[in-house]
């Protein structure tokens, strides 16, 4: 079956501007998981939402990151007021009971 | 808070050799999974190998098996058999059982693999 998509592969924008990015879980699963890896950085934990309960936003490193999930499906990560140090891959993962599914990655690049 | 350390940045092997890769994590919950990823230069994150801190037995899935020391707070990666598309990042990862279950990773190590 399909697994977890992500677009754009890779998004290059100017500091200052607003970027949003998309993520299309598993179907069915019913959790889904944003992480940013830095270069040469492991995985931080930003936001996770289960069903229909309150998102964990605890990672979430400023107000200006902002994440929604409809449902159980889609969900977008929007960045506003980006700034240079925001460039980095962002992972998505969805998960039905212990493993967690990853996509392949949105690379935003601030300029 | 759980940590997960990886303090090897590099790590290079033999084609045909066996290589390991060390992890230790720091964690005051009883009930968990240790999980080690790899990621190629595609940065699709691919589960290897998975470990629950309830089972004593070491986790093995083919030439990939683990040697995990819960007392020690201690989990090492044998890759066996090395191949040329062995070469990736490979990320140690920890998750306590239970909902909101988020992976704290380690920074990764390097593997290259010589032909």
């Known amino acids: 079956g399909a697994g977890v998509s992500q677009s754009p592969s890779n998004k290059v924008t100017e500091k200052g501007k607003d970027v949003e990015l998309r993520c299309d879980p598993i179907?069915?699963?019913?959790?889904l998981y944003w992480y940013r890896q830095r270069l040469g950085q492991g995985l931080e934990f930003l936001i996770y939402?289960?069903?229909?309960?309150?998102?964990?936003k605890s990672g979430l490193p400023s107000d200006r990151f902002s994440a929604e999930r409809t449902g159980e499906s889609v969900s977008t990560l929007t960045i506003q007021r980006t700034q240079q140090e925001d460039s980095a891959v962002y992972l998505c993962?969805?998960?039905?009971?212990?493993?967690?599914?990853f996509g392949p990655g949105t690379r935003l690049t601030v300029l | 808070a759980q940590t997960v350390t990886q303090s090897q940045p590099e790590m290079s092997v033999q084609e045909a050799e066996t290589v390991t890769l060390s992890c230790t994590y720091d964690?005051?919950?009883?009930?968990?999974?240790l999980f080690w990823y790899k990621q190629p230069p595609s940065r699709q994150m691919i589960l290897v190998i998975r470990?629950?801190?309830?089972?004593?037995q070491n986790a093995t899935e083919n030439r990939f098996s683990v040697n995990f020391q819960k007392a020690a707070k201690s989990f090492s990666l044998k890759i066996s058999d090395s191949q040329l598309g062995d070469a990736a990042m490979y990320f140690c990862?920890?998750?306590?059982?239970?909902?909101?279950?988020?992976?704290?990773f380690g920074k990764g190590i390097t593997l290259s693999v010589r032909p």
């Open positions: 993962a969805s998960s039905l009971i212990r493993e967690q599914f």
């Open positions: 939402f289960q069903g229909n309960s309150a998102p964990d």
């Open positions: 470990q629950e801190a309830y089972k004593q």
């Open positions: 179907s069915g699963h019913t959790a």
């Open positions: 990862a920890y998750r306590r059982n239970g909902a909101n279950s988020k992976l704290t």
């Open positions: 964690t005051s919950e009883s009930d968990y999974y």
